[in-house]
C-alpha cells in the first residue's frame, strides 16, 4: 500500500460522497491507496452515509470513535490504522482538494531521499473562509512561528502529507495536529510548504469557534516550546566487526 489518505469527520453528512468521488478521481490509477475516515462521534447521519458508502467504494475503510475525542485523537486513529506508507489528511469538508494530492506527495518522496522524516504542508494563498476567521488565522500563525521558529506560514492547513512511521514516533497530545511542523522538525525532520487550492464550504457547518481555539493554542504552543527546549537528538554509529 502506498497511500494512506486520512480523514477525520465530525457531523459531515452531505460531504462524504462528493469528496470520496474527488478523491477517486484524483488517485485512481497512479496509487495503491485506501481512504480511511475517522468519524469522531457525529450526532447525524455521517456515519450511515459512510457505511453505505464503504459498500461501493472498496478501497473505502471507516472507523468510529464512539464518542467525541477530537480531531488530534482521530487523526492518531486514522494514522494508527493505516496500512500505507505515506500518509496524507483531508479535511472531510471539502474545502481541501484532492488534486493537491499528487503534487504533495511527489514532494514528499523527493525530501525523503535524504533519509530524515519530512512534512509536506498545504498552504492555503487565497483562503475561502470569512475575514474574522482569516484575521484570527494570520495572527496565530506569524505568533506560533516567531516563537516556534516552524517556518510554517500555515498550519492550520488539513492538506498535509508524511510518512506513516514518522508521525507516531512523535510526541501524541490533544489538538498535536496544530503544531505538526514544529514536532517534525523537533525530530530532525525537514518541513516545507507547498501551495494549495482552497474552496467555499458547500454543506454543513465549521466545528471551530475563534475564541475557543485562541484560548487552548495558547496552552498548547506553551507547552510545544517546552517540549522544544528539551529535544536531544544524538548522532549515533555502531561499531562492530563487519566481516562476513
Same mark, same amino acid.
Given at each position: 500500500?502506498?497511500?494512506?489518505?486520512?480523514?477525520?469527520?465530525?457531523?459531515?453528512?452531505?460531504?462524504?460522497?462528493?469528496?470520496?468521488?474527488?478523491?477517486?478521481?484524483?488517485?485512481?490509477?497512479?496509487?495503491?491507496?485506501?481512504?480511511?475516515?475517522?468519524?469522531?462521534?457525529?450526532?447525524?447521519?455521517?456515519?450511515?452515509?459512510?457505511?453505505?458508502?464503504?459498500?461501493?467504494?472498496?478501497?473505502?475503510?471507516?472507523?468510529?470513535?464512539?464518542?467525541?475525542?477530537?480531531?488530534?485523537?482521530?487523526?492518531?486513529?486514522?494514522?494508527?490504522?493505516? *496500512?500505507?506508507?505515506?500518509?496524507?489528511?483531508?479535511?472531510? %469538508?471539502?474545502?481541501?482538494?484532492?488534486?493537491?494530492?499528487?503534487?504533495?506527495?511527489?514532494?514528499?518522496?523527493?525530501?525523503?531521499?535524504?533519509?530524515?522524516?519530512?512534512?509536506?504542508?498545504?498552504?492555503?494563498?487565497?483562503?475561502?473562509?470569512?475575514?474574522?476567521? *482569516?484575521?484570527?488565522?494570520?495572527? #496565530?500563525?506569524?505568533?506560533?512561528?516567531? $516563537? $516556534?521558529?516552524?517556518?510554517?506560514?500555515?498550519?492550520?492547513?488539513?492538506?498535509?502529507?508524511? #510518512?506513516?512511521? %514518522?508521525?507516531? &514516533?512523535?510526541?501524541?497530545?490533544?489538538?498535536?495536529?496544530?503544531?505538526?511542523?514544529?514536532?517534525?522538525?523537533?525530530?530532525?525532520?525537514?518541513?516545507?510548504?507547498?501551495?494549495?487550492?482552497? *474552496?467555499? *464550504?458547500?454543506?454543513?457547518?465549521?466545528?471551530?469557534?475563534?475564541? %475557543?481555539?485562541?484560548?487552548?493554542?495558547?496552552?498548547?504552543?506553551?507547552?510545544?516550546?517546552?517540549?522544544?527546549?528539551?529535544?536531544?537528538?544524538?548522532?549515533?554509529?555502531?561499531?562492530?566487526? &563487519?566481516?562476513?
Amino acid at each position: 500500500m502506498q497511500l494512506s489518505v486520512v480523514v477525520p469527520v465530525l457531523n459531515e453528512a452531505g460531504n462524504i460522497e462528493p469528496l470520496l468521488a474527488e478523491v477517486r478521481s484524483a488517485l485512481d490509477g497512479r496509487y495503491h491507496f485506501e481512504v480511511l475516515y475517522v468519524d469522531d462521534g457525529s450526532s447525524d447521519a455521517t456515519v450511515s452515509e459512510l457505511e453505505t458508502a464503504r459498500l461501493r467504494h472498496r478501497w473505502l475503510r471507516v472507523v468510529t470513535h464512539h464518542r467525541t475525542c477530537g480531531q488530534s485523537a482521530a487523526l492518531r486513529t486514522g494514522v494508527m490504522a493505516a *496500512r500505507g506508507r505515506w500518509i496524507a489528511t483531508l479535511d472531510g %469538508d471539502g474545502q481541501n482538494d484532492p488534486d493537491d494530492i499528487p503534487r504533495l506527495l511527489d514532494v514528499a518522496g523527493y525530501m525523503a531521499a535524504a533519509g530524515q522524516p519530512v512534512l509536506v504542508a498545504g498552504y492555503r494563498t487565497q483562503r475561502q473562509d470569512n475575514a474574522l476567521k *482569516r484575521a484570527s488565522s494570520r495572527v #496565530a500563525n506569524a505568533v506560533r512561528s516567531r $516563537l $516556534l521558529g516552524d517556518a510554517t506560514p500555515d498550519t492550520g492547513c488539513g492538506l498535509k502529507v508524511f #510518512a506513516r512511521v %514518522d508521525f507516531l &514516533a512523535l510526541p501524541y497530545f490533544d489538538h498535536m495536529h496544530r503544531f505538526l511542523p514544529a514536532l517534525v522538525q523537533r525530530a530532525g525532520g525537514h518541513v516545507t510548504s507547498v501551495e494549495v487550492n482552497h *474552496r467555499h *464550504r458547500q454543506r454543513g457547518r465549521s466545528k471551530y469557534g475563534t475564541l %475557543d481555539r485562541l484560548l487552548v493554542g495558547v496552552v498548547d504552543l506553551l507547552g510545544v516550546m517546552w517540549l522544544q527546549r528539551r529535544a536531544c537528538l544524538a548522532e549515533s554509529t555502531e561499531s562492530g566487526d &563487519a566481516r562476513e
